[in-house]
C-alpha cells in the first residue's frame, strides 16, 4: 500500500519557470491537501480539495493553482516560480467516509523546491 | 482563530531520559489534536491523536500526550528516549470544515536532539 506518492523528490528552478508538482494517494480519500514547510514556521496550508473536481484556497495561496481531475490526484502548479517559494512542499489526503481514518491526514515524503 | 503554541524550538535531552514536548492550543470548540513526527528527509507520521474520551492518549513508538482542557494543552510525553527519536516534533489541532475537523492548524514544531 502505497498511500500518498509525491513527485518529483527535489527541483531546482529558475526565477520564472513554471512546474507541477504531482500528488497521488491509493486510498480512496474524499480530502486532499497542498502544505508548505518553512523553517521555523510549521506547515501552512496552499490549497485544498474536498472532492474531484473542486479546489479551496488555503492559508497561502497566492502563486499557486490547483487542480484535481481525478479523485486520486492532486496537482500544484507554480506559473512563473519566485525565489519566495522556495520551500519543502507536502501532500496529504485524508477520508471522510470510513469513520477510522475520519479526521487523519497521511503525508507524502515531501518535495524540496529550490528557485534561484 | 485558531492557533498552536510550541514554546520550545529546540529540545536536547540524553538517551534514556524523559521527555516532555509542550503544546498550547487556542480553539472555541471541544478540539480536535494530534502530534506528528518528522524524521530529517521524511514526511509527517502521526504519532498519537485526542478526539474524545480518555485525555491521556496512547501513540506509537512509546509516546503519550494528555489533553488538559483548564490549561488548553496537549503535551507530548516518553518515559525513556532513544537515539532514534531525534526527529521534529508538531502538534496541530483539527478546524472543523465542511462538517468535520479535517483542515489542520499546526504548530512551528520543536526539534529534538538526542545525546547518547
Known amino acids: 500500500n502505497a498511500g500518498v506518492t509525491q513527485t518529483p523528490k527535489f527541483r531546482v528552478l529558475k526565477t520564472g519557470q513554471s512546474m507541477t508538482l504531482l500528488c497521488a494517494q491509493d486510498m480512496n480519500h474524499e480530502y486532499m491537501y497542498w502544505y508548505r514547510q518553512d523553517p521555523g514556521m510549521g506547515l501552512r496550508l496552499i490549497h485544498y480539495s474536498v472532492g474531484e473536481g473542486t479546489t479551496a484556497k488555503g492559508e497561502v495561496p497566492d502563486g499557486y493553482n490547483v487542480s484535481r481531475l481525478k479523485k486520486q490526484n492532486f496537482l500544484l502548479g507554480l506559473e512563473s516560480a519566485a525565489p519566495s517559494q522556495t520551500s519543502v512542499y507536502f501532500c496529504a489526503s485524508t477520508a471522510v467516509l470510513v469513520a477510522k481514518d475520519k479526521n487523519i491526514q497521511y503525508f507524502g515524503a515531501g518535495t524540496r523546491l529550490s528557485v534561484l | ?116
Do not use: M
Open chain 2, 1 to 116: 482563530a485558531q492557533s498552536v503554541t510550541q514554546p520550545d524550538i529546540h529540545i536536547t535531552v540524553s538517551e534514556g531520559a524523559s521527555l516532555e514536548l509542550r503544546c498550547n492550543y487556542s480553539y472555541g470548540a471541544t478540539p480536535y489534536l494530534f502530534w506528528y513526527v518528522q524524521s530529517p528527509g521524511q514526511g509527517l507520521q502521526l504519532l498519537l491523536k485526542y478526539f474524545s474520551g480518555d485525555t491521556l492518549v496512547q501513540g506509537i513508538k512509546g509516546f503519550e500526550a494528555e489533553f488538559k482542557r483548564s490549561q488548553s494543552s496537549f503535551n507530548l510525553r516518553k518515559p525513556s528516549v532513544h537515539w532514534s527519536d531525534a526527529a521534529e516534533y508538531f502538534c496541530a489541532v483539527g478546524s472543523q470544515f465542511s462538517g468535520g475537523y479535517n483542515k489542520l492548524i499546526f504548530g512551528a514544531g520543536t526539534r529534538l536532539a538526542v545525546h547518547p
